[in-house]
């Protein structure tokens, strides 16, 4: 059974992810169990999605009863859980106003097309260029892809959206360098997730906003994988004491349901008119939904962004003992919150599927960084229980 169907599975669907021979069938908070009912800890949280963990019952109340009210209509008119859930994110953004679509690639080219609008109306026809930083990873449509400095993804897709210039990440002096006549904006993931978590000196950011500000250019924040609460903060920019002028938002917020939203300061999203820029799904009533469910449930009682906090402290420190016993194989625990990366000497592909294989799933980044992404739900028991079999894992490999 399990076997056909991963043949169909072959079959019937492009081959565009290297996938485990694993069929999940069913999840409840931090546990998946697959097709032949074996359980797992998800550490992978579908990459950093399921943020209240699996079938969270909050989100599925919420899904049921908007299901049964009102699934879809179109933006041609006012949608009430779609200004529901934009009052809760500008409450608790710097942002003044929202757009909503489906993903993070679609969040992230709407943030492009308001900056190059913005520069447009405000600052000259020539501007229109925006700086991204090297290991940047900000989707997969032409412009968001253009937009992510890999040149490996970037091949075979030729010719790319002009209009990006790429500078290594954490270096003040490259990105002041680069910035032209032509340049409109910088856009950065506060933390670099798909290069490896990849986290700035602290006064980086700050060192960006002002040059952003001296030289007349917009910030945006690619929030989709740092964003709902991850780092132990709703929104990562809030640990560097700044704001940027355009964020991006997707992964999370609707707690596996898929929602992205591209989030703004007034003065720029009016740049924005009927016609712009649209989305026939975006901020579809029962997408919203879900996306209000899990924020309300993230910021209720301050428990779940605290346990986050707590968590992400235990398990960096096991991490980190682990790193101790194998200082010539493991070179560096990385994150912040519950976005924890070990960077490693060897390929990861083994490591993961050793911990598959003993009922625990975590995945890779950046080539050599094994990567976790729990459920901000995740407790010490089940961080001990990752611990013991990494541990175990990588005494037999390494
Ligand atoms: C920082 C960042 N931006 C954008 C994206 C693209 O999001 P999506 O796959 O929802 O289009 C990702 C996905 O991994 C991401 O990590």
Not at 184 to 190: H, K, N, R
Not at 282 to 289: Q, R
Request: aromatic residues 8%.
């Amino acid at each position: 059974m399990e076997k056909r169907l991963i043949e169909a599975s072959k079959k019937y669907i492009m081959n565009t992810y290297n996938r485990f021979p694993i069929i999940l069938r069913k999840g409840r908070g931090m546990k998946v169990w697959d097709s032949n009912g074996k359980e797992y800890l998800d550490f992978v949280g579908g990459i950093a999605v399921n943020c209240l963990g699996h079938c969270h019952s909050k989100i599925v109340i919420a899904l049921q009863k908007q299901a049964q009210r009102l699934l879809h209509v179109s933006n041609l008119y006012h949608i009430e859980p779609q200004i529901e859930l934009a009052r809760r994110l500008i409450k608790h953004s710097c942002a003044d106003k929202a757009f909503f679509c489906n993903s993070g690639a679609e969040a992230n080219e709407a943030a492009i097309k308001l900056a190059r609008k913005y520069a447009k109306d405000h600052m000259s026809d020539k501007k229109f260029e925006i700086i991204t930083a090297y290991g940047s990873f900000h989707g997969r449509t032409l412009a968001t892809l253009s937009a992510t400095g890999q040149e490996k993804l970037h091949k075979g897709f030729e010719p790319l959206v002009p209009g990006f210039k790429y500078v290594p990440f954490d270096d003040i002096n490259a990105l002041k360098k680069a910035i032209t006549d032509n340049t409109c904006a910088v856009m950065l993931e506060p933390i670099q997730g798909e290069a490896g978590i990849k986290i700035p000196d602290k006064g980086y950011l700050k060192k960006v906003r002002e040059l952003c500000d001296e030289k007349g250019l917009l910030l945006i924040f690619d929030e989709v994988q740092t964003g709902m609460g991850r780092t132990g903060k709703l929104f990562a920019y809030e640990h560097y004491d700044i704001e940027p002028d355009i964020f991006t938002l997707a992964k999370g917020l609707g707690g596996g349901v898929a929602i992205g939203a591209m989030l703004a300061k007034d003065k720029i999203a009016s740049s924005f008119q009927p016609g712009s820029h649209a989305a026939t799904f975006g901020g579809n009533p029962l997408a919203c939904a879900a996306a209000i469910a899990t924020i309300d449930a993230l910021l209720e009682d301050g428990f779940i962004m605290d346990n986050c906090n707590r968590m992400g402290a235990y398990f960096r420190q096991q991490l980190d003992i682990i790193m101790g016993d194998y200082p010539s194989h493991i070179t560096e625990i990385r994150g912040l919150g519950l976005m924890l990366g070990m960077e490693i000497t060897s390929a990861c592909g083994p490591i993961i599927k050793s911990c598959a294989g003993r009922g625990v799933l975590i995945n890779c980044t950046g080539g050599n960084v094994l990567r976790f992404t729990p459920p901000l739900i995740v407790n010490e028991k089940d961080i001990d229980q990752l611990i013991n079999i990494l541990d175990d894992v990588i005494s037999d490999i390494l």
